[in-house]
């Protein structure tokens, strides 16, 4: 299908379908042609400029020539400019540059995903083929160029040692392998190390941000002990402060490059805000389905993988032998499996993908036409990273928004421009999660030595001096710093424990973590992967393993997850008299209490009661407590009556789908919520971190209480509900089987905001001398003060600890 016509091809199409109704239709945005700097004004080696003047006859792109400039000029440098810019060459020119003029030189390229690297060795070695310098290295040294990751053989693995000066990795790789044998297998490559590449550097969030964080200071000291200091380069499409967070993730300075220097060359684009009468899974199925079946591309991304593998068994079970080009795309699955999908979508034998946020990088997967959101992505860098998959290299691309019956969603579908005016959200890291600085100092000292003054501070940071200093007093003394193995302790992408292998037939077919082990591969669950579908026959904790059988049914499973909250310490608190926040340190317990198996009708087929000795799931963390005192509480049970609970309830789920319209970043699998009424009558609502120990993303809702209050107020006066019953647009759980009342939660609501917007709090803090070290409290049940932990009574009120 001729490109000029997708935008008019997705128009039609979405005129055939009826019930639709439209909140956002603005015309497409306009072609961006290029605007560019002569090549030869940059400055490289003659082999490189050849190559560049081949390539871009045209000169470079802007913001390509202001970025290598910086580069070559000794600058630490990150790049933040449009999807399909042209970001590659920024980083491959200084590197093919650094080795022709030293033959000795070495760079680094992290990516966060294998599959990038994958995709990235496929380029390099197609260009290095074309420079006479580079590509004779390559001859004579097969593994000139090499990824190293989980998936290189070990038998390639010493020659890659040997040989390779461009190596690419992951983080994973980088904090496990290289620098843990820095002084065994890699002093040659270290010594000589010029760049360091931290490609989709937005990725780098939230707990696993914190663990790369500490990883890239790590790997700062082992240059500095080979006797290199490396500059680094990073590259991002959707990225909010480039230079604050580059700075905040590496510890060095960085120059900046972004939008005011884009110069690249742009497609039209077509963004369609719309849903339907019919439920939205249906209806963005049917709608991503029909565009395929036209000819389009299209990528259909879904709110989870259990979402995704649910759209394929859909059409799977239409029976329908004309679809042999839809797919399924998401973590889990293995290797294999993912390149056949990108390079279905390359040659156009896949047409339609439905897909986690797993497809939003820059894996290339040829010329999309179209990009379908089954519910709205969780942040803006998503929105954009999706929509940046069309309109690449100046084709047409098309856009199509199907808001999910959610407050969020909802609340966007009726201020989409609200939606599209919000900036990229900003980018947490917790330098000082005890956790994270603990682990990665054991590992450091195990990188020089196994000796603490061995280190090189100066790299590691002030969190690491801390540390450094405490341990010379005597003052701090955990178990990670006595294991021979530290970096085995650390898992980088969440700090919990490593993932659980999913094994059928007694064949490894992907992994899965903890968190999304209660929730989708729990005993007795029908477990889809890949469009296949499996019975989770045993769950062994000691191996890690799932052991699945392969089964024929299109019948669904439901974990219902109980979780209870344990309140270890209040820092920040602002007190209202009968209401109070304040940011807290909890441990939140998820274990399975029932589960149960339905038929494609909805009937019931089977269900098991109790957990089926599931291990349950702890997560320490922290967040913004809600408390309503009891006598408050008490007065609104009378007037609430039987929908008192189920009103505090329908406002913790209004709050935390509403949680990203005031705070950042809003990715949804950050952060989570809890409510209940304690045995004492006081109501609360928790707003946490959904990674190990925190990263102060939910701790921001202390300050924007009266914000969110009124959001969720607004959500549920503009839902078009008729009834009190409210429904899942605004205030009903599809979760939970408990009734909502729209107008007891709307009570409480503005019982909430009265209280917050007319009263003048008390604000207090629990300080803490040295984030470093934090002796665990708990609250006293009856007079609320801190309870140090060993204490049997309660130094205030002489409450015995229970």
Same mark, same amino acid.
């Given at each position: 299908m001729s490109s000029a016509s997708v935008i008019t091809t997705?128009?039609?199409?979405?005129?055939?379908?009826?019930?639709?109704?439209?909140?956002?239709?603005?015309?497409?945005?306009?072609?961006?042609?290029?605007?560019?700097?002569?090549?030869?004004? $940059?400055? %490289?080696?003659?082999?490189? #400029?050849?190559?560049?003047?081949?390539?871009?006859?045209?000169?470079? !792109?802007?913001?390509?020539?202001?970025?290598?400039?910086?580069?070559?000029?000794?600058?630490?440098?990150?790049?933040?400019?449009?999807?399909?810019?042209?970001?590659?060459?920024?980083?491959?020119?200084?590197?093919?540059?650094?080795?022709?003029?030293?033959?000795n030189s070495t760079a680094l390229l992290i990516y966060p995903q294998k599959a990038l690297a994958n995709d990235q060795l496929?380029?390099?070695?197609?260009?290095?083929?074309?420079?006479?310098?580079?590509?004779?290295k390559l001859h004579n040294a097969p593994c000139f160029v090499s990824r190293y990751d989980g998936a290189t053989l070990s038998d390639l693995r010493p020659s890659v040692r040997a040989q390779a000066q461009i190596v690419l990795t992951n983080p994973d790789?980088?904090? $496990?392998? %290289?620098?843990?044998?820095? #002084?065994?297998?890699?002093?040659?490559?270290?010594?000589?190390?010029? !760049?360091?590449?931290?490609?989709?550097?937005?990725?780098?969030?939230?707990?696993?941000g914190t663990n790369v964080a500490y990883v890239l200071r790590r790997l700062r000291q082992v240059c500095e002990l080979n006797g290199s200091a490396p500059r680094f380069i990073a590259t991002s499409a959707t990225i909010r402060d480039p230079q604050e967070h580059l700075e905040k993730l590496t510890g060095v300075p960085f120059i900046p490059v972004g939008p005011e220097s884009?110069?690249?060359?742009?497609?039209?684009?077509?963004?369609?805000?719309?849903?339907?009468?019919?439920?939205?899974?249906?209806?963005?199925?049917?709608?991503?389905?029909?565009?395929?079946?036209?000819?389009?591309?299209?990528?259909?991304?879904?709110?989870?993988r259990l979402a995704a593998e649910r759209m394929m068994a859909r059409v799977l079970s239409s029976k329908d032998d004309e679809l042999p080009f839809v797919r399924v795309y998401r973590a889990g699955l293995s290797a294999e499996q993912r390149e056949d999908i990108e390079r279905g979508l390359r040659n156009k034998s896949v047409r339609l993908v439905f897909s986690t946020s797993a497809l939003e990088l820059g894996i290339d997967v040829g010329a999309l036409d179209t990009v379908v959101c089954i519910g709205l992505p969780s942040s803006m860098m998503s929105l954009w990273q999706r929509a940046g998959r069309v309109a690449r290299a100046g084709r047409e691309g098309a856009i199509i928004l199907v808001p999910a019956d959610t407050p969020i969603d909802s609340y966007y579908a009726t201020h989409p421009d609200e939606l599209f005016s919000k900036e990229n959200e900003r980018l947490a890291l917790n330098l000082h999660n005890r956790r994270v600085?603990?682990?990665?100092?054991?590992?450091?000292?195990?990188?020089?030595?196994?000796?603490?003054?061995?280190?090189?501070?100066?790299?590691?940071?002030?969190?690491?001096?801390?540390?450094?200093?405490?341990?010379?007093?005597?003052?701090?003394?955990?178990?990670?710093?006595?294991?021979?193995?530290?970096?085995?302790?650390?898992n980088i992408r969440s700090m919990g424990e490593g993932p659980y292998t999913l094994q059928s037939a007694g064949e490894k077919i992907g992994e899965?973590?903890?968190?999304?082990l209660l929730r989708e591969a729990y005993r007795n669950a029908i477990y889809r992967h890949g469009g296949d579908s499996y019975r989770v026959k045993d769950v062994i904790k000691g191996k890690r393993l799932v052991i699945l059988e392969k089964v024929f049914s299109w019948n669904e499973t439901n974990a219902f997850v109980q979780k209870q909250v344990r309140l270890k310490r209040r820092h920040?608190?602002?007190?209202?008299?009968?209401?109070?926040v304040s940011t807290v340190d909890i441990d939140v317990t998820e274990y399975i209490v029932n589960v149960i198996e339905k038929d494609r009708s909805g009937k019931l087929?089977?269900?098991?009661?109790?957990?089926?000795?599931?291990?349950?799931?702890?997560?320490?963390?922290?967040?913004?407590?809600?408390?309503?005192?009891?006598?408050?509480?008490?007065?609104?049970?009378?007037?609430?009556?039987?929908?008192?609970?189920?009103?505090?309830?329908?406002?913790?789920?209004?709050?935390?789908?509403?949680?990203?319209?005031?705070?950042?970043?809003?990715?949804?699998?950050?952060?989570?919520?809890?409510?209940?009424i304690g045995k004492d009558s006081i109501a609360v609502v928790y707003l946490y971190d959904m990674v190990y120990d925190g990263v102060d993303l939910t701790t921001g809702a202390f300050d924007k209480m009266d914000q969110l209050i009124a959001k969720a107020i607004d959500r549920v006066a503009a839902c078009d509900c008729v009834v009190d019953s409210g429904c899942f647009r605004c205030i009903a759980n599809p979760r939970i089987d408990e009734k909502a009342s729209k107008s007891a939660t709307k009570t409480l609501l503005f019982v909430l905001q009265e209280i917050i917007e007319k009263k003048q709090p008390r604000i207090t803090e629990q300080s803490v001398s040295n984030p470093m070290i934090c002796e665990i409290q708990v609250l006293c049940s009856v007079c609320e003060a801190m309870i140090a932990k060993g204490d049997r009574f309660c130094k205030n009120c002489g409450t015995k600890v229970g």
């Open positions: 997705v128009g039609e199409i979405l005129r055939e379908f009826s019930g639709l109704t439209l909140h956002y239709d603005p015309p497409p945005t306009a072609i961006t042609t290029g605007t560019f700097c002569p090549t030869k004004s $940059v400055g %490289l080696d003659p082999c490189v #400029a050849r190559w560049l003047l081949e390539d871009c006859p045209d000169g470079l !792109y802007r913001h390509q020539a202001v970025a290598i400039a910086h580069i070559l000029a000794g600058e630490n440098t990150v790049v933040a400019t449009r999807t399909s810019s042209g970001k590659s060459l920024i980083y491959y020119a200084p590197v093919f540059n650094s080795i022709c003029r030293n033959e496929v380029k390099l070695q197609s260009l290095i083929s074309r420079l006479p310098t580079l590509s004779r790789m980088l904090h $496990v392998a %290289l620098l843990q044998y820095h #002084a065994n297998h890699w002093t040659r490559f270290f010594s000589n190390l010029q !760049y360091v590449i931290i490609d989709e550097c937005h990725e780098y969030r939230g707990i696993f884009d110069g690249s060359t742009q497609g039209r684009k077509k963004f369609w805000v719309l849903n339907s009468t019919e439920h939205f899974y249906d209806f963005g199925r049917r709608i991503a389905l029909e565009l395929a079946k036209r000819g389009l591309s299209v990528l259909a991304f879904c709110p989870s600085v603990y682990c990665h100092y054991a590992c450091a000292v195990n990188e020089v030595g196994g000796v603490d003054d061995r280190l090189q501070l100066a790299c590691l940071g002030e969190a690491m001096r801390s540390v450094y200093d405490l341990r010379a007093k005597g003052g701090l003394d955990e178990d990670v710093f006595y294991r021979s193995d530290p970096h085995m302790a650390v899965i973590d903890e968190f999304h920040k608190i602002a007190e209202y008299g009968q209401l109070f087929v089977q269900q098991w009661q109790g957990g089926a000795g599931m291990p349950v799931h702890t997560l320490p963390t922290v967040g913004t407590l809600l408390g309503i005192r009891t006598d408050l509480w008490e007065d609104l049970a009378c007037r609430l009556g039987a929908d008192a609970k189920g009103a505090l309830s329908s406002c913790e789920r209004l709050f935390v789908s509403l949680f990203p319209t005031i705070s950042g970043p809003c990715d949804i699998q950050d952060f989570s919520s809890f409510s209940d």
